[in-house]
């Protein structure tokens, strides 16, 4: 079954720190990942997108990281601000499944709170 | 900019009534999704449509219907809310969905349902 774990659950950090979430999957065959940015009571937007072929993309102070042989995938925040608060969705295409629509497997996300 | 909207941020309605949930997106996308999400559950593909009047289920279709007659707009239909449908629904639309599609899925702000 396709899954996808993300960790932590949750993460507290101070203002100006960096932090770094996890992702996990096993969705196969593997077509790409995505990190989405959800703040609260809004629709996901989207980050970064990473096929196959890439291993780091960068989108301002996110950094994304994908390491296709172990299926992991990271998110790195730099110097984070009150703004970065919110969730964070890894989310895995498969390159087929029977439903097409069924394609893209929603991790449950981190949720990220930045203080002060 | 792609711009999906949905008709109502927050909704509440009583159990056994007929609800309709409408999304309209201005960028000309073939694709429609309708995503409900609940906490630790992650986003859940309820219905996807690839065509004015074509749809295919998604993971958790039952109790739900969709109608797509024109290519902006899709809806969401619940026959007869149940108390167990009280959630955050989310609309998307993207331009295609295809083998090693990167395509961006662009994401509406949310309907947060509360059926009573």
């Known amino acids: 079954k396709n899954q996808v774990e993300q960790s932590p659950q949750s993460l507290i950090i101070l203002e100006g720190k960096n932090c770094t979430l996890q992702?996990?999957?096993?969705?196969?065959?593997?077509?790409?990942l995505r990190w989405y940015k959800q703040d609260t009571g809004r629709g996901p937007v989207s980050l970064t997108i990473?096929?196959?072929?890439?291993n780091t993309k960068s989108n301002g102070r996110y950094t994304a990281t994908l390491d296709a042989d172990t299926k992991q995938s990271s998110l790195h925040i730099t110097a984070s601000q009150l703004s970065d608060s919110a969730s964070y969705i890894c989310?895995?295409?498969?390159?087929?499944?029977?439903?097409?629509?069924?394609?893209?497997?929603f991790g449950g996300g981190t949720r990220l709170m930045v203080k002060p | 900019d792609v711009k999906v909207t949905q008709s109502s941020r927050y909704l509440v309605k009583r159990t056994g009534e007929k609800v309709f949930l409408e999304c309209v997106q201005d960028?000309?996308?073939?694709?429609m999704f309708w995503y409900r999400q609940d906490p630790g559950l992650g986003l859940r593909l309820i219905y996807f449509?690839?065509?004015?009047?074509?749809?295919e289920k998604g993971d958790i279709p039952e109790g739900y219907s969709v109608s797509r007659e024109k290519k902006e707009r899709f809806s969401l239909i619940l026959e007869s809310a149940s108390t167990n449908q009280t959630s955050m629904y989310l609309c998307?639309?993207?331009?295609?969905?295809?083998?090693?599609?990167?395509?961006?899925?662009?994401f509406g702000p949310g309907t947060r349902l509360t059926v009573t």
């Open positions: 992702c996990n999957y096993t969705v196969s065959p593997f077509s790409n």
């Open positions: 449509s690839y065509d004015v009047k074509m749809k």
């Open positions: 990473m096929t196959f072929s890439e």
């Open positions: 960028m000309d996308h073939e694709n």
């Open positions: 998307a639309s993207s331009l295609g969905v295809t083998f090693l599609s990167t395509y961006e899925q662009y």
């Open positions: 989310v895995v295409s498969a390159s087929w499944r029977k439903n097409a629509g069924n394609m893209l497997t």
